[in-house]
């Protein structure tokens, strides 16, 4: 079985930075999508970025230009660096993980259209406080 486990979360005000880690075990997939959802109390969980196997990314416009994913496959770890963080950025922040995915190609995914019950494997969540 997939387990992801977020870090990183904190306190901050706004126009601060923090970087959330997701270290991943247990999977074996060759082609993947990853991604950060975070939800905030009483609303939706949103997708914040997504990146594939092949290192290619996906935003939710609120977050690009302020927000970056990326990842050290040999340390089985994902990132969100986060700048220029709002009051409207604070959400529990979740890693998830979708097998045999892609965000690019002659036909690819998009957080959008895979949406929440598109990934598979979900952390506990790290949560992040934007104060104003």
């Known amino acids: 079985q997939v387990q992801l486990v977020e870090s990183g979360g904190g306190s901050v005000e706004s126009g601060g930075s923090l970087r959330l880690s997701c270290v991943a075990s247990?999977?074996?997939?060759?082609?993947?999508?990853m991604a950060w959802f975070r939800q905030a109390p009483e609303k939706e969980r949103e997708g914040v970025a997504g990146i594939d196997s092949d290192g290619s990314t996906n935003y939710a416009d609120s977050v690009q230009g302020r927000f970056t994913i990326s990842q050290d496959v040999a340390k089985n770890t994902l990132y969100l660096q986060m700048n220029s963080l709002k009051p409207q950025d604070t959400a529990m922040y979740y890693c998830?993980?979708?097998?045999?995915?892609?965000?690019?190609?002659?036909?690819?995914?998009?957080?959008?259209?895979?949406?929440?019950?598109?990934?598979?494997?979900w952390g506990q969540g790290t949560q992040v406080t934007v104060s104003s």
């Open positions: 998830a993980m979708k097998p045999r995915c892609a965000f690019s190609g002659a036909y690819y995914y998009t957080l959008k259209n895979l949406g929440v019950a598109g990934f598979d494997y």
């Open positions: 247990g999977y074996t997939y060759s082609t993947y999508c």
